[in-house]
Nanobody, 126 residues
Framework: VQLQASGGGLVQAGGSLRISCVGS????????IGWFRQAPGREREGVSW????????FYANSVKGRFTITRDLAKNTVYLQMNSLKPEDTAVYYC????????????????????WGEGTLVTVSS
């Protein structure tokens, strides 16, 4: 069972980036998927969540209207499209698989999620 995040990089403020999370060894349809991030010196925080069926999504207030989470079940992949990026979005982004429906106690820290992927670094320059 593995989750692999990729697509991070360096982008100027106002720019866009799409990061991906590929699952292997299990089906993403059996899990809700969350994106979390951790900046240096700060606690991990939830960014976005998508239900297993893809029919429900959730966003942190700080990214609402700028980020969009989607999934491609055929590719067993979840994406996070990030637009209008700000320097404060700079962080290591992690994807994690959890229950089909988001449980309140798991947000925003990602506590007790089932699987975690290695992070991908997103750096936004001013």
């Amino acid at each position: 069972v593995q989750l692999q995040a990729s697509g991070g990089g360096l982008v100027q403020a106002g720019g866009s980036l799409r990061i991906s999370c590929v699952g292997s060894g299990f089906s993403l349809y059996d899990h809700g998927i969350g994106w979390f991030r951790q900046a240096p010196g700060r606690e991990r925080e939830g960014v976005s969540w998508i239900r297993n069926s893809g029919g429900s999504t959730f966003y942190a207030n700080s990214v609402k209207g700028r980020f969009t989470i989607t999934r491609d079940l055929a590719k067993n992949t979840v994406y996070l499209q990030m637009n209008s990026l700000k320097p404060e979005d700079t962080a290591v982004y992690y994807c994690a698989a959890g229950p089909k429906t988001l449980i309140a106690s798991m947000w925003p820290t990602g506590r007790n999620m089932d699987y975690w992927g290695e992070g991908t670094l997103v750096t936004v320059s001013s």
